[in-house]
Nanobody
Framework: QVQLVESGGGSVQAGGSLRLSCAASEYTYSRRCMGWFRQALGKEREGVIAIYSDGSTNIADSVNGRFTISKDNAKNTLYLEMNSLKPEDTAMYYC???????????????WGQGTQVTVSS
């Protein structure tokens, strides 16, 4: 069963923090990588941060030092901790799982429905 359900989005002022969650089915949680993408209005979907089955991570320069990714294996849940948020972080955030790519929109990927993050100045 393929399932990814994001939660935790909302509105926050610049400098604030949010934590997104992605509850996954056993199948999607066991893929080679899981990660987060975002898509701002009128822009392409971009990879933000990913974590791989060996524990390594990959992070976009734009969020490096502010965003962290983690997994709770007991809950089959992926998290995105976002700190020092900026207005340019405003976007729909999507959880992804794949055996191919988790920082590029490429290959066979499983997607959640997205959760909106809005950062006001």
């Amino acid at each position: 069963q393929v399932q990814l359900v994001e939660s935790g989005g909302g509105s926050v002022q610049a400098g604030g923090s949010l934590r997104l969650s992605c509850a996954a089915s056993e199948y999607t949680y066991s893929r080679r990588c899981m990660g987060w993408f975002r898509q701002a209005l009128g822009k392409e979907r971009e990879g933000v941060i990913a974590i791989y089955s060996d524990g390594s991570t990959n992070i976009a320069d734009s969020v490096n030092g502010r965003f962290t990714i983690s997994k709770d294996n007991a809950k089959n849940t992926l998290y995105l901790e976002m700190n020092s948020l900026k207005p340019e972080d405003t976007a729909m955030y999507y959880c992804v799982a794949s055996d191919d790519y988790c920082m590029l929109v490429l290959g066979k990927q499983y997607w959640g429905q997205g959760t909106q993050v809005t950062v006001s100045s």
